[in-house]
């Protein structure tokens, strides 16, 4: 078996940089414009004598797996692995074979659940329905949920049942019996950054509830770490320096299908911190594709802010009421294209409207303004704002929200479960008609329950913004009597969302969520 350095002798350097950018003849090297950061004038250099690069401009440099690992986002073993397969050159590197496995177990489920697809006539047709053809079913490799016990005999033959039970996708019964998670339901891959399979969202296609499911958490899958359509989009998403988030996985199938292909969404979970990191190594402004709605406008506020702290410019399009990506996009595809190409940074589209004289759009501009990475650039936003409205800068900078990050442990010590449900309520359906008097809460919570009524969504801990369980109406009527005081009436205790958001506006001083 070869080592690294005889792999490193083996490759020439300038034959794999250039098979990913263009490179110059500059005397004994080669030059190009660094693919690593903004570039105008070429700093970025390989020596094929030295077997190595170097920008001198933003200071990375290395040998070719360290360049293939930057350039294609992978880490340093899988790199090294692809360019041994290339060469052709054996080498031996440990690996840590039970996470291995459970990818390799995920892989062949996957394989299960498309060849259970071919027989499903139900799931074919709801397929069907919806308009996602073959083309998509074959890239984004959808599958369907099956007979259980005929995968859980091929699992047992292939010995990955043990390994495929810590994904906590199956749960046991007894001895020999199982329930399959996702069994009568579309089934979705998810995939990281690398491809590999990491856990499966489904989809009901009998109008069982939950309509949308994914794979519990676990030390292989982190929801605020993963993006649906990532794998599949991040190379249109290099190449166009742009990534369109949206927020459901036909969404991202659907505008792939009708070619705008760098779009990606989190997983039925609020956008986070983690997510913007994994777009921002990829490129430089983001584009939001929301429902134009009040929940579309909520998500809007706790998407921008976390994307602007890692300097990326953010643009959002709404999309006319009662219309998702899904459906906008087969009915009016060169409307959204040309909506897309319209849309403007979002600091110069509320500076537009501060300068029609929008008060809200100030509050807004300044809002996000808080959140800016580069100070240069804060500085001439709001002295933009300056001009337009006659207000001094320094009146400015004190009305700019004191960007504090949630308690590194996410207050998890202080919120009670049924906080939690509570205010994840107040956050999805609005804060309103929340009153405090009725409820016993923690000192924590009220604070976060006001944040939230402010429209300070990064003043919430990600167990909150994140917060899921299997039926939250079931959990908020459970939490509300669990937190309430007796002068509640069972009554009002028992009360539906829907009836709450009804009466809410009949009887303002009653406990209410409101579907905004």
């Known amino acids: 078996m070869a080592s690294v350095r005889d792999l490193l002798n083996k490759i020439d350097i300038v034959e794999v940089i250039s098979s990913y950018i263009q490179l110059k003849r500059v005397g004994n090297n080669y030059a190009a414009r660094c693919p690593f950061h903004p570039d105008d004038t070429p700093s970025f250099y390989v020596s094929p004598s030295k077997g190595i690069f170097k920008c001198f401009g933003c200071g990375v440099g290395g040998d070719a797996v360290k360049f293939v690992a930057l350039y294609e986002n992978i880490d340093y073993k899988e790199a090294l692995l692809k360019l041994a397969q290339k060469y052709k050159v054996p080498i031996s590197i440990k690996t840590e074979k039970k996470e291995d496995r459970v990818y390799l177990a995920l892989e062949r489920v996957l394989r299960f659940y498309e060849e259970e697809l071919s027989y499903s006539k139900s799931a074919l047709e709801y397929l069907s329905e919806r308009g996602i053809t073959s083309w998509a079913v074959e890239r984004f490799n959808l599958g369907f949920g099956g007979d259980t016990q005929k995968l859980i005999k091929v699992l047992k033959e292939e010995g990955l049942l043990e390994l495929y039970e810590k994904t906590g996708n199956l ?83 659907s505008l792939h299908q009708e070619g705008i292909r760098n779009v990606v969404a989190p997983l039925g979970t609020a956008f986070t911190q983690e997510h913007a990191k994994l777009l921002s190594p990829l490129c430089k402004e983001v584009l939001l ?162 944040a939230i009524r402010e429209g300070n969504y990064h003043l919430l801990p990600e167990s909150v913004k994140s917060f899921k369980v299997y039926n939250l109406e079931r959990a908020f009527e459970e939490s509300l009597k669990a937190l309430s005081y007796q002068n509640i009436s069972l009554e009002e205790q028992e009360l539906s969302f829907k009836e709450r958001a009804k009466r809410s506006m009949e009887q303002p001083r009653k406990l209410r969520i409101k579907r905004l």
Request: glycine residues 8%; contains cysteine; hydrophobic residues 40%.
């Open 171 to 253: 749960v046991k019964l007894d001895e020999d019996a199982y329930r399959d998670l996702f069994k009568g339901r579309v089934v979705l891959p998810i995939r990281d950054i690398k491809g590999r399979v990491v856990a499966f969202g489904a989809r009901a296609i009998d109008g069982s509830k939950p309509k949308y499911i994914n794979s519990p958490e676990s030390e292989f899958f982190k929801k605020r770490q993963t993006l649906f359509g990532l794998y599949q989009a991040k190379d249109y998403i290099k190449e166009l320096g742009q990534a369109v988030l949206v927020e459901g996985y036909f969404d991202v199938i």
């Open 289 to 450: 594709l929301y429902d134009g709605d009040e929940a579309g406008r909520r998500a809007v506020r706790l998407s921008v802010p976390l994307l602007l702290q890692e300097g990326l410019e953010v643009r959002v399009v709404y999309l006319p009421q009662g219309e998702d990506p899904d459906s906008f996009v087969k009915k009016a595809k060169k409307e959204l294209k040309r909506l897309l190409e319209r849309a403007m940074p979002i600091e110069v589209e509320l500076l537009q409207k501060v300068k029609e004289g929008n008060r809200q759009a100030l509050e807004d501009l300044l809002y996000f303004a808080g959140f800016i990475k580069d100070s240069i650039k804060r500085y001439e936003v709001l002295k933009d704002v300056s001009q337009a409205t006659g207000l001094a800068i320094s009146s400015l900078l004190d009305r700019l929200p004191k960007v504090a990050k949630a308690p590194e442990k996410e207050g998890e010590g202080e919120l009670s479960f049924h906080e939690k449900v509570l205010l994840a309520c107040a956050l999805r359906f609005g804060a309103q008609g929340v009153p405090t008097q009725d409820l016993r809460l923690s000192p924590y919570a009220l604070e976060l329950l006001e």
